[in-house]
């Protein structure tokens, strides 16, 4: 389901830019969606992040209950 998103929107990291009111937890929520889209595991994403797996995971559901995903194949 992610992947028909990046087709369509043609994500790059580069591509969106923070506003003031952005926190930290938002751009990590952008950057999770951007490296799942690629295929990334919790794990990958944790090493690209500098952040562990356990960190990642939360992030990782609350984007697939945004999403209204029902499992990890999505």
């Known amino acids: 389901m992610l992947r028909q998103y990046d087709d369509t929107l043609h994500l790059s990291p580069h591509h969106y830019t923070l506003s003031n009111t ?9 950057e999770c ?12 994403i944790g090493a690209l992040l500098s ?9 990782i559901e609350n ?3 945004k999403m209204d995903c029902k499992n990890k194949y999505w």
């Open 22 to 30: 952005e926190n930290k937890y938002e751009l990590t929520n952008r």
């Open 33 to 44: 969606v951007f490296l799942l889209i690629r295929g990334k595991s919790a794990k990958e």
């Open 51 to 59: 952040l562990s797996k356990r960190t990642i995971e939360p992030y």
């Open 63 to 65: 984007i697939k209950n």
